[in-house]
């Protein structure tokens, strides 16, 4: 079988000027990134202001599973078909991230004939923003340790630094660290870690600000440190945020590539969906809705955590009213939500997909709870039966809703023409968007009321530390901020075993985390992890390089 990487090398690519026409976009406003990628001019972004906005859909999944969904792969297959019906469509996803890549995840560029190009490029250092947003989140770490070494005028307890370390790679040696070590001119030993940098303040205050002004303000006030009375140190005490700005000006202007259809796809930033918002950047949509009648975006991992945390922050805070959503669901993960384990996924079992649609019911009935249509796209496997989609589509009606076939893998965007008119009706009806919680509610019950209504837990459990800590964020002014759930991807619950659609389980909050420059609270449920592992077999070890020069093993 061809794999991605060789469809991709396959691939004749327009050049950037071509794309950027199909948007009225000026070749002035690029800035080329060699032959096949570039970034858009923000002083060019900037003159959009005022433009009408364009329709809005996000693609989102029922929960993952090692079967696989394909999520990526429809929305690059949607906007290549929205494109095909004679709509002028873009394409708006997520930079992908070294850690997954090397680990198990593989890429984030879609797959098969709907797949954004250059793939390789694209996987792996594309323009530099990842390796920006880390360098700048560590600057701010070592001007922290600075501080304390030369005084520590400001009254930091050594015990209370809350920023972490960063790094782009899934390495568990690194969660729980001490620094310092050494003797007196290598500073105050004390007990730190690392996170990987799609879970970076940093990467969030990108992603959601809409300028270099909006974002060195963001930056100026995410919280480092506490003193020993509890008050709190920002960055702007520290006096990073300048020199932070200066590091990520550059990744601050969204990139532009295509499709293998030469559909313009916008892909820019990358906060992963289990312990962060999970979302491409704010910026990267709004200049796509400017230029574009039709924008396809989508949510990391399942609706319970990408599509909710897409609606209650990125859209809260943006302004954005999405006009339909899109849940893409397989035959396959839907049999191992049914209970078939993966090497059986191959035998027909219609009663294991019925079983497994108790999922994507959830699915639909919390994405339209916020107000927004929803069709099912049907990924199409070749082991896929004509009775197994047929529950499925029966599964949807009982929803009210329409599940549509779509064999995009295969076919590119001619596989998704079905889905494309589907979505383009959708979007007729003005959006009837609304967040799930008002930003009055306190932070404790905004988390119950995410637990409750898109978890269907029976309780939320938190000790009186989690408690008062919340209490005090109210106290000092954070009342109003919305959450982000870090839990597992794949459960509506905190176990990863707890597969389908369970209710009444109990939802454990380990921690909480402010994230008050990005605008949100994190609450950590369960045993999820800030720094992921890789598996006892990680893809790097089949990655490299042929005899030609070329890279092989890439998904």
Known sequence: MTTDIEIARAATLRTMPEIAAKLDLPEVALIPYGRDKAKIDAAFISA?????????????????????????????GLGDGLQRIGKRAAICIREASLGPNFGMKGGAAGGGRAQIVPMESMNLHFTGDFHAIGAAHNLLAAMIDNHLYWGNDLGIDERRVVWRRVVDMNDRALRDIVVSLGGVSNGFPRQTGFDITVASEVMACLCLSRDLEELEERLGRMVVAYRRDRSP???ADIGAQGAMVVLL?????????????????????????????????????????????????EAGF??????????????????????????????????????????????????AVDAGCANLARHIANTRRFGVPVVVAINHFTTDTEDEIDAIRAAAEAQGVEAVLCTHWADGGAGAEALARKVAELTEAPSEFAPLYPDEMGLFEKIETIARTIYHAGEVIADRKVLDQLREWETAGYRDLPVCMAKTQYSFSSDPTLIGAPTGHALPIREVRLAAGAGFVVAICGEIMTMPGLPRHPAAEKIGLDNEGRIEGLF
């Open 249 to 297: 000006k550059d990744a601050l202007q969204p990139n532009l590539v295509q499709s293998l259809e030469a559909t313009p796809a916008f892909v820019h930033g990358g906060p992963f969906a289990n312990i962060a918002h999970g979302c491409n950047s704010v910026i990267a949509t709004q200049t796509a809705l400017k230029l574009a009648d039709y924008v396809v975006t």
């Open 48 to 76: 959009l202001e005022g433009r009408e906005n364009g329709k809005l859909i996000l693609v989102t999944a029922i929960s993952p599973t090692p079967a696989g969904e394909g999520k990526t792969t429809t929305t690059v």
């Open 302 to 351: 399942g609706a319970d955590l990408g599509a909710e945390k897409f609606f209650d922050i990125k859209c809260r805070k943006a302004g954005l009213k999405p006009d339909a959503a899109v849940i893409v669901a397989t035959v396959r993960a839907l049999k191992m939500n049914g209970g078939v384990a993966k090497a059986d996924l191959a035998e027909e079992n219609v009663a």
């Open 233 to 235: 140190i920002t960055c």
